[in-house]
């Protein structure tokens, strides 16, 4: 088949991470005789730099023509100030939701010869396989905002619809899966999260009977995942809440680094990024773990391309060059360390077998 894959850079280790993952790209067209077209734009610190804008007009109007977009990280000290105007986590939010990417999935898998890489104990991990579905274009993240001297706020605000929207997408999955879903809200003391626990009560007993639901406190679901993080099956939550939990989830698969993400929409166009950010102080250096913008790629060929088999083929080439000892700095556990350079390599190659 023939795609069009608009790839985003961006600041820190984005570029970097990219590469890589783009050649992983490449091999996997020529080895399943596809024709994809990258064709990279820019976003975040790097657009500002060039254009005083986050998120430049060519770059929404390229993702919107393309048939996914693959995207680094963006941010980093140089446009962190306080009072700085235009922020280039402002460009990655305003793509979401340009885009109308919605659900963002987040899966957490473990790889058992990292085991030994997560802080935490092998027998709490054994098991563990969990999908998080984040809510992304509402709620804390897009409400109104108001600041002066003294004082500031952020609205948090949703409405049935879009509660309803990424809940589907999760209960979807958890019926591919293991059919068990936990929603995690505040109910017992927000407005908004009393809205979403009895919007997703209603739905699932009238679209889907056959999936078990719980509803679980935030506090608490921080608490489950690290005392019993083989329970969980697929969780779905509100913006604010899914960004804390998987940055916490990733600590189980032993690095930030190893966790893809995909955001979706109503239709097959998404952005793919690794859950991680910019990481400035290693950028540059080669340090950096490719594996997750890699397996983003992954995601990426399997929802937007529909390409099931070439989506198995990279994640069981990582899957081999972790297994092979193929380990960046983060995943090392003192033993040698590969570069991000050598880890895409180690992909390509067994991609290319
Ligand atoms: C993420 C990141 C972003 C978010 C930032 C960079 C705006 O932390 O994708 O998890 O909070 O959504
Ligand atoms: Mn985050």
Request: contains cysteine; proline residues 5%.
């Amino acid at each position: 088949m023939r795609a069009k894959i608009v790839v985003l850079p961006g600041d820190g280790i984005g570029p970097e991470v990219t590469e890589q993952a783009v050649r992983v790209l490449q091999a996997v067209a020529k080895k399943f005789g596809h024709q994809f077209e990258t064709e990279e734009q820019l976003i975040g610190g790097a657009a500002i730099d060039a254009t005083g804008s986050a998120l430049p007009k060519q770059t929404e109007t390229a993702c919107k023509q393309a048939d996914a977009v693959l995207l680094g990280a963006v941010g980093g000290p140089k446009w962190s100030a306080p009072e700085a105007k235009v922020r280039p986590e402002q460009g990655l939010l305003a793509i979401r939701k340009s885009l109308g990417l919605f659900a963002n999935l987040r899966p957490v898998t473990l790889h058992p010869a990292l085991m030994d890489a997560s802080t935490i104990k092998p027998e709490v991990l054994k098991g563990t396989d969990i999908m998080v579905v984040r809510e992304l274009t509402g709620g804390i993240y897009f409400g109104e905002k108001t600041r002066t001297e003294t004082t500031a706020s952020d609205l948090c605000s949703y409405s049935v619809n879009e509660i309803e929207r990424v809940t589907r997408v999760a209960a979807q999955l958890a019926r591919q899966r293991r059919k068990q879903l936990v929603s995690v809200d505040k109910a017992n003391v927000l407005e908004t999260s009393r809205l979403w626990r009895s919007t997703v009560e209603k739905l699932m007993k009238s679209e889907f009977p056959d999936i078990q639901v719980e509803h679980m406190l935030v506090d608490s679901a921080a608490m489950h995942l690290i005392r019993r993080p083989s329970s969980f099956d697929v969780m779905v939550t509100e913006n604010m809440f899914g960004d804390i939990l998987t940055d916490e989830a990733s600590m189980l698969a032993g690095s930030l680094g190893l966790l893809p993400s995909a955001s979706l929409g109503a239709g097959t166009l998404g952005l793919y990024e690794p859950i991680h950010g910019s990481a400035p102080d290693i950028a540059g250096k080669g340090l950096a773990n490719p594996y997750a913008t890699i397996l983003s790629v992954a995601m990426l060929v399997r929802h937007s391309l529909k390409l099931e088999t070439e989506a198995q083929a990279i994640e069981s080439a990582v899957s081999s060059a972790i297994s092979e000892g193929v380990r960046t700095a983060d995943i090392s556990a003192g033993g040698p360390v590969a570069s991000t350079s050598e880890a895409g390599s180690a992909v390509v190659a067994r991609l290319s077998q």
